[in-house]
């Protein structure tokens, strides 16, 4: 059950990765780490696609590569962040098979049917409606077009969320895998494989912790957090749990990583509409 002022607000995430944009890729080693590990398991899958879509693109250093490995394809950068996607545009290589394109990923301006595979490298924390997200990816993949994604578990910043230790909403919290499991075969995609593995990232000091949740766009986006300052008494309790995690004078933080793929099933009937193979039509026989 999602608890109460959980759900993200769409415009504060926009404006903090707009903000985020120009050193977003010095702290991306998260996505570097994540970004290999989805290749690694696509390796196995027989795809050589003709548009491939980027979903949460940010500054296009997942496009890049997409673009390497299938050098046949267009592969289209989407985000919601204008500034990350300037930056994209910036850094892509001249005569480039990349297009940017900036939107909400609930609700994607491409046509039926239309993408070979969708790549999403950590985009799905950020998404307010994950079945609304599933059911986009669901209609614009092809017949047996594939959705290959990466996202957190809940045991993700657990250290942050103990630290805090109130009842207000400071970190977000992330779906089980079961969840995303349900949700993608809710929404009309089939043959889900899901598996998960823990990345440690640790800190020498507090201070670098904050600068990389700056830095990657990570910080606080939920509505139900609070709108005045923190104060500074409650800070300092936070920090001094925060010091109590420290080990061998490290912090360590520690992801839970989420990686998945699915297969497109074609478009969903609409009520009332039905679909049938033309290999399923035979002759009637008279008798």
């Not at 959980?6 to 998260?30: G, N």
């Not at 696609?49 to 046949?72: C, E, H, I, N, Y």
């Not at 985009?123 to 409606?129: A, T």
């Not at 499991?181 to 800190?203: K, N, Q, R, S, W």
Request: aromatic content about 8%.
């Amino acid at each position: 059950m999602e608890r109460q002022g959980s759900t993200l607000i769409l415009k504060d995430v926009r404006r903090r990765f707009d903000r985020a944009a120009e050193h977003f890729d010095v702290a991306d080693f998260v996505h570097r780490s994540s970004f290999n590990g989805l290749i690694e398991r696509l390796s196995p899958i027989k795809i050589d696609p003709s548009r491939v879509l980027d979903l949460g693109a940010a500054t296009g250093a997942g496009s890049r590569q997409l673009a390497k490995r299938f050098r046949k394809g267009r592969v289209i950068s989407y985000d919601v962040s204008g500034a990350m996607l300037q930056i994209a545009k910036r850094k892509k290589p001249f005569l480039s098979k990349i297009t940017e394109l900036q939107g909400d990923a609930m609700s994607l301006p491409l046509q039926t049917g239309s993408i070979d595979l969708v790549f999403a490298n950590l985009l799905l924390p950020w998404i307010v409606d994950l079945p609304a997200c599933f059911a986009e990816v669901a209609r614009v993949l092809k017949k047996g077009g594939v959705f290959a994604f990466a996202t957190l578990g809940p045991d993700s910043l657990s250290e942050l969320r103990v630290a805090w230790s109130d009842d207000d909403n400071h970190v977000n919290h992330f779906p089980d895998m079961h969840d995303v499991g349900d949700a993608l075969m809710g929404t009309g995609l089939i043959d889900p494989v899901l598996d998960v593995e823990h990345l440690t990232v640790t800190y020498r000091n507090k201070d670098a912790l904050y600068r990389d949740l700056t830095a990657s766009g990570a910080r606080n986006s939920l509505q139900g957090r609070r709108k005045t300052l923190t104060g500074a008494r409650r800070f300092r309790q936070m920090e001094t749990a925060l010091t109590a995690a420290f080990r061998d004078g490290q912090l360590p933080l520690d992801l839970e990583l989420v990686y998945g793929h699915a297969w497109g099933a074609g478009p969903r009937p609409q009520p009332g509409e039905y679909h049938l193979e033309p290999t399923s039509i035979t002759r009637r026989q008279r008798a």
